[in-house]
């Protein structure tokens, strides 16, 4: 399962890397995203007070396209037909794709929290660093399992490229929650009294808990799941 | 000349298990029954050619001895294992070329071929000698494969199926798409594979070629084997 694991992320991050997909679409889109909202809302104040959300909602937007790529180029040419009769194991499939699927989000969430800062002017406070990362990498990870699992599912499908945003947004709704709650206790900001408003980093963690509960709940789903959604797509 | 029996023509390893033992098969496509009864045996080393018309069921029963599709009625061997509980032991052991060719565009033809051997686990030296067997080594290997003509995708596909190490190769409208070169480079992999000791069915319209190559022929209809000849 970890031998196919292992050819599956790097055959994927091969072919993001030819393709440059994430930098030439995902992340401008993300980037767009982000400067929009910050055109729309323009008022400092509210811009610090929203940007942990903001930074979720576009790297959830940002799966979407991520996961809909990751899926096409299984489907274009029938390798995912041919990845089943080569009796691949279906489980170092799935953890293959979710880890190639991850460290394009981390790379992507790096790029994303910078332009955060410099637009939303948004200041992090040191000892709020690690609770960045951990939130970042645990949310990435649940983001990661649920979006090759739906993938997944949707791959057959007929109109895949609007169902899958219906079946994955409503599911990645606790990420979303929880990794800006996170955000908000890490930045030292909360939907309340505006900024610095007392929101204690301590206050995170419960949030990274239940991220994390998320990420094995769908990670343990996606290996005992993928094989019979694959003969079904 | 058909034989009697349409499904076991007499063949010289008749004595040797089937590679594939297919008894009364139904398999359903939809609702639509695509195979509705067929019963047929390949024997070890064979080259088996299917014909018959658009829709018959040829693909679909090259599918199932793939293991893609369930049965829904029936017996059904394939390589010694039962295709209604072990599916996935057969899938290890066949290789098919289908009506796509299962390569991934932004890779270039070397890291397609390396990609599908090292999921059955051959060395780098089968994958390079997969490569040169296709005429694909050289300037070739590094192109990537959505840049390559319908032809070059073929013999890529093809490569892959080489490093796969595939004991059954279940070949659907193999030469669609390959030039006089190609269909020859074709033919002489076949060849060499049964010789190292595969069995092969073949899918073809292309009758006079895929004969030259067959041991033996199948005449697929409706969704049942309705005739079996050997090929002199």
Known sequence: MWRTARLVAAKDLTIEWRSRQVTNQVLPFAGLTLVLFAFALDRDDITVRVAPGLFWLATTFSLIVLVQRAFDVETADGALDTLRVAGVDPAGIYLGKALALAVQLVVLETLLLIGVIVFYATNIDPAGYVLTAVTALVATCGLAFVGTLYGGLAAGAKGRETLLPLLLLPVVAPVLIGATRAFEAAFGTDGGDGIRSGVEIADGWPWVGMLAVFAAVFGAAGVLAFGPLMEEA | ?232
Request: hydrophobic residues 45%.
């Open chain 2, 1 to 232: 000349m058909p034989a009697s029996d349409p499904a076991n023509a007499a063949s010289s390893t008749d004595a040797a298990a089937p590679v594939v033992e297919l008894d009364d098969v139904v398999a359903v496509l939809g609702r639509f029954p695509a195979l509705a009864g067929a019963t047929l045996r390949v024997n070890p080393g064979e080259v088996l050619l299917l014909k018959g018309p658009n829709g018959a069921g040829k693909t679909t029963l090259l599918r199932l001895c793939a293991g893609l599709l369930p049965l829904e009625r029936g017996h059904a061997t394939v390589l010694g294992h039962n295709l209604a509980v072990d599916r996935s032991a057969i899938r290890s052991e066949v290789g098919l070329l289908g009506h796509q060719n299962g390569l991934y565009g932004d890779l270039s033809v070397r890291d397609n071929v390396r990609f599908w051997g090292r999921t059955a686990g051959a060395s780098e030296q089968e994958i390079a000698a997969a490569l040169a067997q296709l005429g694909l080594d050289g300037r070739l290997a590094t192109v990537a494969a959505g840049r390559l003509s319908a032809g070059q995708r073929r013999r890529t596909a093809l490569a892959c199926l080489i490093a796969r190490r595939a004991r059954l190769w279940l070949l659907d409208e193999p030469h669609a798409g390959l030039d006089a070169e190609g269909r020859d480079l074709l033919d002489d992999v076949i060849r060499q594979s049964v010789a190292a000791g595969a069995t092969v069915m073949v899918a073809s319209h292309e009758l006079e070629r895929a004969q030259a190559l067959a041991t033996r022929m199948v005449t697929v209809s409706g969704g049942l084997v309705v005739a079996s000849e050997a090929v002199s």
